[in-house]
């Protein structure tokens, strides 16, 4: 099965800058901006110093993440775009030994893409 349909792998593929969204073992969320990148079907969530942040003890908590993509294609005609991601996550390293999350998608939403901007779509994938 395809995790991602052509036009979020496009879209996820113009992007840089998304949202991931982790709670710690005692249910206290977080979220923060972040640089990602697509390996595979995963998401690869990197930092400067990741061992000092709350993502990072929250996925070794709770192995559970979400991330979020968004934009505006327009405000005239008001057109929003995103793609958000949840599944389970953990902690790993890169080719280059720095630590990363990897988060593996179990469920997909997408709205706004595509040359017409698309319906609302969710589903899952695990």
Same mark, same amino acid.
């Given at each position: *099965? *395809?995790? +991602?349909?052509?036009? =979020?792998?496009?879209? $996820?593929?113009?992007?840089?800058? &998304?949202?991931?969204?982790? &709670?710690?073992? =005692?249910?206290?969320p977080d @979220?923060?901006?972040?640089? +990602? !990148? $697509?390996?595979?079907?995963?998401?690869?969530?990197?930092?400067?110093?990741?061992?000092?942040?709350?993502?990072?003890?929250?996925?070794?908590?709770?192995?559970?993440?979400? $991330?979020?993509?968004?934009?505006?294609?327009? @405000?005239?005609?008001?057109?929003? !775009? *995103? @793609?958000? @991601?949840?599944?389970?996550? =953990?902690?790993?390293?890169d080719d280059?030994?720095?630590?990363?999350?990897?988060?593996?998608?179990?469920?997909?939403?997408s709205f706004?893409?595509?040359?017409?901007?698309?319906?609302? *779509?969710?589903?899952?994938?695990?």
């Amino acid at each position: *099965m *395809m995790v +991602f349909t052509d036009p =979020e792998l496009d879209y $996820l593929g113009s992007q840089r800058l &998304a949202r991931i969204a982790t &709670a710690s073992a =005692e249910g206290e969320p977080d @979220v923060a901006a972040v640089g +990602f !990148r $697509l390996d595979g079907d995963d998401i690869v969530v990197g930092g400067l110093d990741l061992t000092r942040t709350r993502k990072y003890y929250n996925v070794k908590a709770t192995g559970r993440a979400s $991330l979020v993509v968004d934009d505006l294609a327009s @405000v005239d005609p008001w057109r929003p !775009r *995103m @793609v958000k @991601v949840t599944g389970r996550a =953990e902690i790993g390293t890169d080719d280059r030994g720095k630590l990363t999350i990897r988060l593996h998608p179990e469920t997909v939403w997408s709205f706004g893409l595509g040359e017409e901007g698309g319906g609302s *779509m969710k589903r899952s994938v695990a």
